[in-house]
């Protein structure tokens, strides 16, 4: 199952677009097929999932968008994963996934200031959540961020602007052109921003069910 560390703060809004169906009529399609194909109701699924009958009927007919917490819930009363929803999306004829300029998923962070944006870049294929890559831009100087604590390892690219970045207790100023990896267990987050507009692509990879066992 996806981790829900980075997922449960965040608020989605499916604006990804491609020559395929959106991902509203994508996902709602899914969900229906699945649910049909387990013989349950919209009562059955939205009672398990804890949302409205008219929620889910919604989000099935592609009418309006929803979070990914929700997508969660969903997928748990269908009895799969959060990512085999999005499984075949985009998918002719190969596994590559083009993702043009601007066109990411774009997510926001719940309880946090206007000012920042999130995209996500390429979701994964599997069963297994095995890496999420965003583009951050942040444009409101003011912005105070949180500590993010998530499994794995984190990359992250400066692109512009520059601020500190904790991580645990060392403070590292990032400008254009500059790297940072480091584990992503230890509590970290951006500091104070120096110079807006801030972009840079981060990178996060879970590690394999049993690489530690």
């Known amino acids: 199952m996806a981790p829900l560390y980075w997922f449960a703060a965040m608020k989605i809004r499916l ?6 169906p959106s991902l509203e009529v994508f996902l709602g399609k899914a969900i229906r097929e699945k649910r049909l194909g387990h013989g349950l109701t919209i ?3 939205s009672e398990r999932a804890g949302i409205s009958r008219g929620m889910l009927s919604k989000i099935e007919n592609a009418q309006t ?12 009363a269908l009895g799969v994963s959060l990512s085999m929803l999005f499984r075949d999306f ?14 990411g998923m774009q997510v926001v962070r719940r309880g946090t200031k206007s000012g920042h944006t999130y995209h996500l870049l390429a979701y994964d294929q599997g069963p297994t959540k095995t890496f999420e890559p965003f583009l951050i831009t942040i444009d409101n100087q003011g912005e105070i961020f949180p500590d993010f604590e998530h499994p794995g390892t984190e990359f992250i690219y400066m692109l512009e602007g520059r601020m500190d970045y904790r991580h645990g207790e060392q403070i590292y100023t990032l400008v254009p ?3 940072l990896t480091f584990r992503g267990e230890i509590p970290h987050g951006p500091g104070i921003l120096h110079e807006v507009p801030i972009r840079f692509v981060t990178v996060i990879v879970y590690p394999i069910r049993g690489d530690f066992e």
Do not use: C, K, Y
Request: proline share 0%; no cysteine.
């Open 43 to 45: 009562a059955d699924v």
């Open 65 to 76: 968008a929803t979070s990914l917490d929700t997508l969660q819930r969903i997928a748990s």
């Open 15 to 20: 604006e990804f677009m491609t020559n395929s």
């Open 90 to 103: 985009g998918i002719e004829g190969g596994s590559a996934q083009h993702v043009r300029n601007g066109q």
């Open 177 to 179: 052109g500059d790297s």
